[in-house]
């Protein structure tokens, strides 16, 4: 895997976008999102939503990847 960010497409309600991420949090948000049950664009959407304006999108999901990290059991 590598530490330099990468392009990742997402659709979100309806719009094409894109993200760059690292490699590693790109896999964990799929693993997390697959966890849930639910779409990566579906999370990718709702982060985006909660976000706010001052936040980019690949920081708020990079935050999201962490937070949930740090809330499983150890």
């Known amino acids: 895997m590598s530490g330099r ?3 990742h497409s997402l659709t979100l309600r309806g719009h094409r976008t894109s993200v760059s991420l690292e490699d590693e949090f790109w896999h964990e948000f799929r693993r997390i ?3 849930q049950g639910r779409a990566v664009n579906e999370l990718a959407a709702e982060i985006d939503e909660g976000r706010g304006t001052a ?3 690949a920081s708020a999901i990079r935050v999201f ?3 949930q990290v740090r ?4």
């Not at 809330?71 to 150890?74: G, I, N, T």
């Open 65 to 67: 990847v962490l937070d």
């Open 55 to 57: 936040v980019g999108l």
């Open 33 to 35: 999102a697959r966890e």
């Open 5 to 7: 960010p990468r392009k």
């Open 71 to 74: 809330e499983r059991p150890s």
